[in-house]
């Protein structure tokens, strides 16, 4: 009795091996070779830094009768895990580095983390492209002046017929044209020779753009002038260059005549006339004030009136005193 439990001992030992190493294979193979996606083969073996003091792995799972797979096992590894290691896929270890010195052994298989994935680049920017810079006003309004110009050109007013009435045939007077001075003969113009934009446009190329028309710069097309562009209006003569020498101003148009005043300009005239009359005054000395208003005039001779009345009055009083004291009767002086 004895002797039976011992020898099926030594029975069990090379099954549980075998058991191991079928296990073994059927993890890998199950489990798309030795390691799972997402790791790489380091070794079959482990790391030595597993067995020392501080260890750096750590059995998470035990499971000597059903096994482990290492697609399992390699989903154990979350934060600070950088390997996993599966042993004769009973146990799986999950390693926190991969210190100290490589121990091969054909019943374990330590597989690395990879890295995460880089970044994809970013796209390549578009070829650069010349575009005229527009602004969004001024797109707007052009847009809409041309839908006005559209609009009215397709519709068409109704005709109308008015009979015709015979006017009346007015006396013909006869004015003489008034004399109008010859205009100068204009200076020739010509183009700033090798003109040409910060943009590689020449003064044809504004006039055969569009950009400029009527010997100025064409509406809507002012954004395509200015220091911005290479002020083409001081250098084409299509957009506005002044020609050299620049010609003479016309002569100013003469006074109007006498007889030509409208009533309301000699109302005003007499108007003003009358507000200042009265205004100047003459010193003593010859001398003459201009521009006195009439009111101070007349404060001026009411204060002078006014004086001339009270010195009277003093005058008139100073003299009946003195008639007083002289014709009063001697009225004698009685004895002490």
């Known amino acids: 009795m004895g002797a039976a439990p011992c020898g099926s001992m030594r029975g069990v030992a090379p099954l549980s091996v075998v058991l191991s190493v079928v296990l073994a294979d059927r993890g890998r193979s199950l489990d798309r070779g030795p390691c799972p996606l997402g790791y790489s083969h380091v070794l079959d073996g482990y790391r030595s830094c597993a067995l020392d003091t501080t260890p750096c792995a750590q059995k998470v799972i035990d499971r000597p009768v059903e096994g482990v797979l290492m697609e399992e096992c390699g989903q154990q590894c979350g934060e600070g895990c950088v390997a996993v290691s599966l042993f004769l896929t009973k146990e799986c270890w999950l390693y926190s580095s991969l210190s100290g010195e490589e121990m091969n052994d054909e019943q374990s298989v ?16 578009p070829p650069a492209v010349r575009h005229w810079p527009v602004d969004p006003a001024v797109a707007a309004a052009a847009a809409a002046a041309a839908a006005a110009a559209a609009a009215a050109a397709t519709t068409t007013a109704p005709a109308v017929v008015t009979p015709a009435i015979p006017a009346p045939v007015a006396p013909v007077v006869v004015v003489a044209a008034p004399t109008v001075a010859a205009a100068p003969a204009e200076a020739p113009c010509f183009d700033t020779p090798g003109w040409s934009n910060q943009y590689g446009s020449s003064c044809a190329a504004y006039k055969e753009e569009g950009h400029c028309a009527q010997g100025g710069i064409a509406p809507a097309h002012e954004w395509a002038a200015g220091p911005g562009f290479g002020s083409p209006e001081q250098n084409c003569c299509a957009c506005g260059k002044l020609p050299w020498p620049p010609p003479r101003p016309p002569p100013p148009p003469p006074p109007p005549a006498p007889d030509e005043l409208t009533t309301a300009s000699r109302k005003d005239a007499a108007i003003d006339h009358l507000k200042n009359a009265g205004s100047d005054i003459r010193l003593a000395s010859g001398a003459v004030l201009d521009g006195v208003p009439p009111n101070a005039i007349l404060a001026l001779v009411a204060g002078a009136c006014t004086g001339l009345l009270l010195l009277a009055v003093g005058c008139c009083l100073t003299l009946a005193l003195i008639l007083t004291l002289t014709l009063a009767p001697n009225t004698p002086k009685p004895l002490p």
């Open 110 to 125: 330590l597989c690395a983390r990879d890295p995460p994935p880089a970044p994809p680049p970013p796209p390549a920017p």
